[in-house]
């Protein structure tokens, strides 16, 4: 007679010994997240947990989610967009405390001209044009693991596109020829990331340009500025209106937005901030010494309420340039001028010559 063996199935570990999960979960949330790539060696339950979206709701619920930097780099070497994230490491020497880390390639040929927005945990690619054809193409970053995944395509194919985040949705504006019913229709539209569809916003039609330098977004409102001139899109209304001449006419490069202060760099290539409210611009005082006198060129994000700036520095005939970035605090003080200090600047990585700053932006997980 023959007798066959069942074997048990190996229970699952616990996350750590002696605690249940749920008490375990609750103190692993609160660890940084620079610490996280440790904790996955621990055990498989620990990297299942690790990379799990559980772990991430309850960092949201305990107050523990942290600001992270991406930015996005065109590479001579390379046929695609690379993107990489600041890594900042309490533990690590000066020279190795913040760097820029590649992260997987974007399943995509190369991109020109495309947009972005943060939403939530990821990072949406918009269009942009693959051998000088627009594509309504968008794909996703998931920055808790890392992945790239396809969202719903546009209905109308962009690049140079101004593109912002107001309650929960993505809107783009421009990067089309408005030739035909369909362009004109979506010339701008809207993504709601809940029902995973795109929808027409209704626009005028006199205000229907093509390209879109840059964009952001300032209380509910949608900046898009044109070659010819600003607009802006109040979401909450859907009416849409011109900017005022001293921001159209100040307003260069990629900005971004503080306590309702648009920080850019002038034409001298220092700093300066719009107050919308005020309606004037003002000198960011405070960083003659820390940073370069022409920072033309510069990439702005707000990273938690901190100014960064993300710029590129050539050295002379060398086959290579450095990526700089320095985080900036920043406020108003009781006549309303504005003052800036600079906490940490630093080389974060090192790319051949004729490599370009694309983008940069932040995610909080």
Not at 174 to 180: H, R, S
Request: glycine share 8%.
């Amino acid at each position: 007679m023959s007798t066959s063996t069942t074997v048990e199935p190996t229970p699952p570990s616990s996350l750590i010994p002696s605690l249940p999960d749920d008490v375990a979960l609750n103190i692993i949330a609160r660890v940084p997240r620079c610490y996280h790539p440790i904790l996955s060696l621990v055990s498989k339950s620990m990297r299942s947990l690790i990379s799990s979206p559980l772990l991430y709701t309850t960092r949201s619920l305990l107050n523990s989610s942290q600001h992270f930097l991406y930015i996005s780099l065109r590479l001579p070497t390379s046929p695609v967009l690379r993107f990489y994230t600041l890594y900042q490491n309490p533990t690590k020497p000066k020279s190795l405390k913040n760097i820029l880390v590649p992260l997987p390639l974007i399943p995509s040929t190369s991109l020109a001209g495309s947009s972005f927005a943060s939403l939530g945990h990821k990072i949406y690619v918009l269009g942009g044009s693959i051998a000088d054809i627009p594509s309504s193409h968008v794909w996703s970053l998931d920055c808790r693991t890392h992945t790239w995944e396809p969202a719903p395509n546009m209905h109308v194919s962009r690049e140079f596109a101004a593109a912002g985040v107001v309650d929960g949705k993505i809107y783009v504006i421009g990067g089309c020829v408005v030739d035909n019913w369909a362009r004109s229709k979506n010339w701008a539209e809207v993504y709601d990331p809940k029902t995973g569809k795109w929808n027409a916003v209704p626009s005028p039609v006199e205000i229907r340009y093509k390209w879109m330098h840059a964009s952001a977004v300032i209380d509910g409102k949608v900046y898009a500025m044109a070659d010819r001139h600003g607009l802006c899109y109040e979401v909450k209304s859907g009416s849409w209106g011109t900017v005022d001449t001293d921001l159209d006419n100040g307003w260069r490069g990629r900005a971004c937005v503080i306590d309702g202060v648009l920080f850019c760099y002038d034409y001298l290539g220092k700093i300066r901030g719009y107050d919308v409210k005020e309606g004037i611009w003002k000198e960011l005082k405070g960083l003659e010494e820390e940073l370069p006198r022409f920072l033309c060129g510069a990439t702005m994000a707000n990273l938690g309420g901190k100014l960064i700036v993300v710029w590129e520095s050539k050295n002379g005939g060398s086959k290579e340039m450095e990526i700089w970035c320095a985080e900036i605090e920043v406020k108003k003080d009781e006549g309303g001028e504005l003052w800036g200090r600079t906490e940490w600047s630093d080389v974060v990585l090192t790319v051949p010559t004729r490599s370009s700053i694309v983008h940069c932006l932040a995610v909080t997980l």
